[in-house]
Structure formats: C-alpha cells, structure tokens
C-alpha cells in the first residue's frame, strides 16, 4: 500500500527511481509521481494511473539531476487523480515530501496555517507546508531540524520522505508506524518503503524504529530522535537476491509463487530440530522467541490475531494448538479486536500473522495486547519487520518475496508455522513426548513432494476455469479444516477475477445459504477423507438435489464416493497428517481463480483497489 524511494548521490536518479517503484507495483497504487532537487528548483512529474502513464510523461519532459524521491500512491483522502498524487510541494516551491499512511489531525493542522493555498486534497500536503514553515523559522536552513519540529506535530501512521532546495544532496525521513528503511551503498544514499525498491543496490539496510529520522546523503545516514539524540536503526542483512523477486518465464508473478509453494514450504519446515545439550531426543525450536518455557507452561488462553488470508492461517492454527496443545484457541479479525475490551492477561498467549509484517491492523492488536503484559509470539515472512521485532518471540514463514497482491505460498507457510506453533506448545507443556513431535515434523517433511503432485493437476484446473469463468455465483464450503480453505477460496476469486463467491460451514447449509442455491450455480466443496468426510457428502446431495454444478477437491480416499455425487473430482494425494491437509487443499483453488481470472483479461498480479501491504487503518 503505496511505495516511497528515495536516491541521492547518483547521476540517474530518476531512472533508480523508476526501477525501484517498478518493484513496488505489487503493494497496490492508483498513481505516482517523483521530484528531483538540482539546488535551483524542485522539478515535479506525477500522473493518475500506472507507472507507464508516468514514464511516457518522463519521455516527454525528461527530469535530471542527483537527488529525487518517487512515490505510488494508494488513494486514501481525494481522488487517484494528477493533483492527488504524490510527491507534494509547498506554496513557495521550497520542500517537497512523500507520504505512507494517514496524517490523523491534519485538518487542524491545516487550519492553523491559515489562508495557505492547498494544491491537492490529501491529508499528505499539509507536511511540506509545515516543513517549509519551519525551515523559515530557523536561523540557518537546516531539513533535519524543520521535519523534527514537524513530526512531534503530526498524529496518525506514516512514513515520510522530505527533500528541500537548500539542501540539493539530502533527503531526510521520519518513520511512525508504517515501514521505512535506509541504506548507504558505493557513494550513494536510499529509502525506501520496501527492501525490494533497493535489493539490485544493496542487501545491507537499516529499518527505522517508531519515531525515528535519518538525514541522507551521497556519505552515509544519521539518525535520531525527534529531540535530535542519535540512535540507532535496525541494521540487518536481507537474504534473497533479486532474481528471487524476478518472473522466471512465468507469465505472472502468482502463477510463479503458486509454483514456488513446494519449496518455500520445505524451507519453513528445514533444521526445526535441535538435539538439547548432552545429547537425547531432538526438540523443535523456532526461530526467535525470548519467552521462558515455565511463561508458556502457565498459559490458559491464546488469541490469534490476523486479517485476511493470514485469518485463514489462523483459523488452521486453532485447530492444530487445540487438538496438539490442549489450549482454547480464539481467533480475531485484528482489526477489530482492541475495539471490544478483550480479556487479555500475562496468562494470554497472542500469536500475530501477518506476510508482510507491516499489516497496520495487526500491529495495533499486537500492541494492545502487549499493553495488558501478553506475551506475543509473531508469524511473520519479512525478516526485520515492525512486528517481528516488537515481538517476544517470532517464527519466520521463509516464503521469500512475494510479489502478487494475491498471497499463496506466504498464506501455505503461515498454515505450515501454526503446525510448527502448536507442536510447540504441544511440547512445552508436556502434551506430546519429543519423540512424538519428531514423528509428525517427519510426516510434516512429506508434504513439500505431495504438493509437487498438485501442481500437476494445473491442466485439469485450467480447463475448468474455462468452463465456469462466467459463473455469476460461487459458493465454496467445507467442514473442520477444509472450511478456512473454503474461505480463502472464496476470497481468492474475488481479489483477482471479482466475481461473487462466498463460503460457508457446510453444516451452515440448511440455516440460510442453501436458498442462494439454483440452477447453474456452481459450488466448490472441500471434501478430503477424514472424519467429516460423511457429512461433506450429505452437504453435497443437497445442493446437487436443487440443481448446482458441484466440483469437489477430494484425496485418494474420497474420490471413489466423490464421483458418485461431484459433477468434477480434483484428486489431491492423502495429506501425511489432516491438519497438514489445508497446505495442499488450497492449491486447485488458487490455480482456479488465476485462471479464471486470466481467462477473464483480468490484472492477476494488481488487482484493483488492493494492496499488498496494509498500512492504514
């Protein structure tokens, strides 16, 4: 959601520029826009539309010089139109900023600068206004000084990037609850909102705290606190490179990270076990957790804190600790659960999931629970990330990047870090022996080949897609661990295809939804061999008795009764473990709505009005 990068120190500023948002069109954007800064004045170019709309403007008025900052605008306050879009410039031409998030109070901030002109209606213009107000405060124009002042104004989430004509090398920003980080590489200084804007310049970054601001230039970055005391950034090494975040021959960046799952589930599950010291059984550590065992011993409710794909996650995380650790599981849209007064102790265990780990939402859920002295472990796939490092403890999924706004191979290794978090706690309280945690990490270690096994199945998805590409309506439903699959399913094809579907517990059938049933509807039911198997079954007669169109996914243990009653039978293999069933369930599903979706002309990877990273609330 919106993407900021910022270079100083490099003759082609505005072509690193390009490059880096082009790396950032996965987040989400309606337009973009960058300025430079060449000492005499600031030159500024920003279209409604995609980056290409933007780069035929540069062809036509070329911009050169050193020192610039580019933005992709997520529209949050006024239309994605030309006036809205970032970068914003005061009255006097003196600064110019770049805005992530959402500056809360800035109508009265607004209103305290008077009669000022207002050049866009966004909440983001009102920064360079006081920025350049400040600097005309100051007796020597200095821009780290002018953002301080301006920062302990503000309220609200953002991230900023300020550039002003006194100061032709420098870029100053100032982080606050939306991501931000620095970097400093061969005589030449970077920002960024995301990693990827800066993996083809270097893999040594800093991530700024809350409250943070860092001046940059061609020597290096400082930074401080907005009294202006140095500290210190999180300084860390990012450990993909960038052909990891390149298509590789596919024709979209989902259809490749669906094809990445086999190995990005093998990598969360690698070197899980560790032999304790003296020798004896091996037991499973995760990645990062400064709790005590004996505090997760005392442990007698946890909260699982997600949002969309990731509360799918979660949802098979509740089945996995409940049924491996003993202990009563909640999940809550994270949006919602700070809003309601939970009952939240040192006894309450919060687990937090979320790909990007900048999802705003969950973050505040996060803090909130760690206000009432809750122990938050964080599931997480971007190592540094606001809310890995708030956390007492954080497993990392080790997805590596994905691009498309669509989550798939992050959604499967959060499915596959709640196995790894129930076995734990599983472990740690006593609930399965060590040898007994082994044994299922060994049948955990079978599901990377099987997955192989469904991507085989894409023909026969691909041809379905074609057949029910046009289908009005879409209703997937399941039972246990096939129902948060239903739902990510359902969720699936409307981020990308948009057309209507819906999921629900298939016991839920008779108490309403079933009306929406007729013929020509098409339902999607989640029916793998298991102990709900039976009433998958029932469920399915019922809406074959008034007329839908049924395709099953089904294992090899249920495609024999599945056909009698599916007008389609995909045939997944018996998963190693049920619980581990949802990693290899979810597949046809995703493939499903990528083809629908592309046989629809549909743009898979930035679906409209979508962002990949949440950062406003």
């Given at each position: 959601m919106c993407g900021i990068i910022g270079i100083t120190g490099r003759e082609d500023a505005v072509e690193g520029i390009i490059r880096g948002l082009t790396r950032l069109e996965y987040r989400g954007y309606d337009s973009a826009g960058v300025v430079t800064n060449n000492g005499r004045d600031?030159?500024?170019?920003?279209?409604?539309?995609?980056?290409?709309?933007?780069?035929?403007?540069?062809?036509?008025q070329p911009l050169a010089a050193s020192t610039g900052?580019?933005?992709?605008?997520?529209?949050?306050?006024?239309?994605?139109?030309?006036?809205?879009?970032?970068?914003?410039?005061?009255?006097?031409?003196?600064?110019?900023?770049?805005?992530?998030?959402?500056?809360?109070?800035?109508q009265l901030l607004k209103a305290g600068l008077g009669d000022a002109r207002f050049a866009s209606d966004t909440d983001s213009e009102v920064a360079a206004h006081l920025a350049a107000r400040e600097l005309a405060a100051l007796d020597e124009p200095d821009l780290l000084t002018a953002v301080r002042r301006v920062v302990s104004q503000l309220e609200g989430a953002y991230s900023l990037c300020f550039v002003a004509l006194d100061e032709p090398d420098t870029i100053v920003v100032a982080k606050h609850e939306a991501p931000l980080i620095v970097a400093h590489a061969d005589g030449v200084g970077y920002c960024a909102s995301d990693v990827?804007?800066?993996?083809?310049?270097?893999?040594?970054?800093?991530?700024?705290?809350?409250?943070?601001?860092?001046?940059?230039?061609?020597?290096?970055?400082?930074?401080?606190?907005?009294?202006?005391?140095?500290?210190?950034?999180?300084?860390?090494t990012v450990d993909w490179d960038l052909d990891a975040a390149e298509k590789q021959g596919y024709d979209h960046f989902m259809l490749k990270e669906i094809h990445e799952q086999p190995q990005a589930v093998a990598d969360t599950l690698l070197d899980r076990l560790n032999a304790p010291p003296g020798g004896g059984v091996p037991r499973l550590h995760l990645d990062e957790l400064r709790l005590d065992e004996g505090e997760l011993r005392r442990i007698d409710k946890v909260f699982i804190l997600a949002c969309g794909t990731s509360l799918h996650a979660g949802m098979v995380g509740k089945l996995a600790i409940e049924h491996w650790a003993g202990i009563p599981v909640d999940v809550e849209v994270a949006s919602e659960f700070r809003y309601r007064d939970p009952i939240v102790d040192p006894h309450t265990l919060v687990i937090a999931i979320s790909q990007s780990g900048e999802t705003i939402d969950t973050i505040a859920a996060a803090s909130h629970a760690r206000d009432q002295r809750a122990p938050v472990i964080s599931l997480v796939n971007v190592v540094g990330s606001t809310l890995a490092r708030q956390a007492d403890g954080v497993l990392y999924t080790h997805a590596g990047p994905e691009v498309a706004v669509a989550s798939t191979k992050a959604f499967t290794t959060q499915i596959v870090g709640c196995l790894l978090l129930g076995l734990y706690l599983a472990q740690v309280r006593g609930r399965m022996y060590a040898t007994e945690v082994s044994d299922i990490l060994a049948r955990l270690g079978q599901v990377p080949a099987a997955l192989e096994q469904v991507l085989d199945l894409d023909g026969e998805v691909r041809e379905l897609a074609e057949?029910?590409?046009?289908?009005?309506?879409?209703?997937?439903?399941?039972?246990?661990?096939?129902?948060?699959?239903?739902?990510?399913?359902?969720?699936?094809?409307?981020?990308?295809?948009?057309?209507?579907?819906?999921?629900?517990?298939?016991?839920e059938m008779?108490?309403?939804?079933?009306?929406?049933?007729?013929?020509?509807?098409?339902?999607?039911?989640?029916?793998p061999a298991g102990h709900v198997f039976t009433k998958m079954?029932?469920?399915?007669?019922?809406?074959?008795?008034?007329?839908?169109?049924?395709?099953?996914?089904?294992?090899?243990?249920?495609?024999?009764?599945?056909?009698?009653?599916?007008?389609?039978?995909?045939?997944?293999?018996?998963?190693?473990?049920?619980?581990?069933?949802?990693?290899?369930?979810?597949?046809?599903?995703?493939?499903?709505?990528?083809?629908?979706?592309?046989?629809?002309?549909?743009?898979?990877?930035?679906?409209?009005?979508?962002?990949?990273?949440?950062?406003?609330?």
């Open positions: 600031l030159r500024t170019i920003k279209r409604a539309g995609k980056l290409e709309v933007l780069r035929r403007a540069l062809d036509e900052i580019g933005h992709t605008r997520w529209a949050t306050h006024g239309e994605p139109n030309d006036r809205n879009a970032h970068p914003h410039v005061d009255p006097s031409g003196r600064v110019a900023v770049v805005h992530n998030g959402i500056i809360e109070n800035y990827a804007a800066l993996i083809e310049h270097t893999r040594q970054v800093a991530a700024l705290l809350d409250g943070q601001i860092a001046r940059i230039t061609p020597e290096g970055f400082e930074v401080v606190d907005v009294d202006g005391a140095p500290v210190e950034p999180h300084r860390y057949r029910y590409h046009d289908s009005p309506y879409t209703m997937f439903i399941g039972r246990h661990a096939g129902l948060p699959i239903a739902m990510e399913g359902a969720l699936k094809l409307k981020e990308i295809s948009y057309l209507h579907a819906e999921a629900f517990p298939a016991g008779k108490h309403g939804p079933i009306a929406l049933i007729e013929p020509g509807s098409l339902v999607v039911a989640l029916a079954v029932s469920n399915i007669q019922e809406v074959k008795a008034r007329g839908a169109a049924v395709l099953a996914i089904g294992s090899q243990g249920s495609v024999v009764a599945l056909k009698e009653h599916a007008d389609h039978v995909l045939t997944l293999p018996e998963p190693p473990h049920e619980l581990a069933g949802p990693v290899l369930s979810v597949v046809p599903l995703q493939l499903f709505s990528y083809h629908v979706a592309t046989r629809r002309g549909e743009d898979v990877d930035q679906p409209r009005n979508l962002a990949k990273t949440v950062t406003v609330e």
